[in-house]
């Protein structure tokens, strides 16, 4: 059988899939200590399935002989393209099968932010919770308010989906291509990015990180939003200036905002979005339920087995 390095914990009953096929030899993380394990098993490994490292070239060096990537993700912006292409190996990623799940996390992150509600959960806690709730706790409405979707992809129409069945609200999008689907089933309208920042009620990010994508959402952006704006992130952390972001909640230039990714993750303790109370900061958990991480790992195995016997026509973004 040929090798193949797995390097994330997966449930038992995946890895012995795995090993039907393949001699797999299992890493439940790859760092500092066990890097140098990692780089001599992956001397004569055909594939290496996992997530949560970055596989830079440094790395893929090491593995003369690797045909197939296949990582337990939707994104794939860790990866360096040109050189899988260069060096013919297939990156496989797991789309359409996180999608529902990680538009929930969006629209909890848009009412969390709404109504308040881990800053009212703290009040609660904290013993300070009189009746009646003072007007200063109160949150905003969502439902008939206006979205502004950047990256109108599955993810994107994922959640114009429920903002316009389940909240009657107006979607607007911006994207590269126009989304017909959305359009004919949604209403929902293409924008250019000033018009979409300047009459959405909730500015929602899903962008992949990409060079067009990065720092799209500056000063300037976020002077264009509404006063009583809220501004959500669930696609990646680079799309946004996160100085410029802590400066516009903390001038209450716009209402607030609600993040899942960042520009570097775990978010530092020492980052200004730490000190704000107009933020709600998930831990980037757009997939992270139970159901979804088995999905998506039986995915990655699929595109695994199938990239090896060299059918590249499902999930490969490298050819
Ligand atoms: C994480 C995600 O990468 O799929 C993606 O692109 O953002 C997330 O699901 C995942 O946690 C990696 O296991």
Not at 66 to 78: A, E, N, R
Request: a negative charge; proline letters at 3%.
């Amino acid at each position: 059988k040929d090798k193949v390095v797995l390097y994330k914990k997966i449930p038992e009953q995946q890895q012995q899939s795995l090993s039907q096929t393949f001699n797999l030899v299992c890493f439940d993380k790859i760092d500092e200590n066990n890097l140098e394990q990692f780089l001599n098993e992956i001397k004569d490994a055909v594939g290496l399935i996992g997530a949560g490292f970055k596989l830079d070239k440094n790395i893929l060096k090491h593995a003369p002989h690797l045909k197939v990537i296949s990582t337990i993700s939707v994104g794939y912006d860790h990866f360096d393209l040109d050189y899988l292409k260069q060096h013919n190996i297939a990156l496989m990623h797991t789309p359409n099968v996180l999608t529902e799940t990680t538009a929930d996390t969006i629209f909890s992150l848009i009412m969390c932010t709404a109504r308040r509600t881990t800053e009212l959960n703290n009040l609660v806690r904290s013993g300070a919770w009189v009746n009646n709730l003072k007007d200063a706790y109160f949150g905003i409405d969502v439902y008939g308010k206006k979205l502004g979707i950047l990256g109108m992809g599955r993810i994107g129409y994922a959640v114009a989906k429920r903002a316009h069945l389940g909240f009657d609200m107006q979607v607007n999008y911006y994207n590269r291509s126009a989304n017909s689907a959305a359009e004919t089933n949604l209403k929902a309208q293409k924008m250019e990015l000033d018009e979409l920042l300047a009459t959405s009620d909730f500015v929602c990010s899903i962008l992949p990180a990409n060079q067009q994508t990065d720092l799209l959402i500056g000063q300037r952006e976020l002077a264009l939003m509404k006063s009583s704006a809220i501004f959500i992130n669930g696609g990646r952390g680079n799309v946004v200036d996160e100085d410029a972001l802590a400066k516009a909640l903390q001038d209450r230039t716009i209402r607030a905002a609600g993040l899942d990714v960042y520009k570097v993750e775990p978010l530092p303790t020492s980052s200004p979005l730490m000190d704000l109370d107009n933020i709600v900061l998930f831990p980037h958990i757009g997939s992270a339920t139970a159901e979804t991480r088995l999905a998506m790992i039986d995915c990655a195995i699929d595109n695994l087995v199938a990239a090896y016997h060299g059918d590249l026509s499902k999930n490969c973004v490298s050819h």
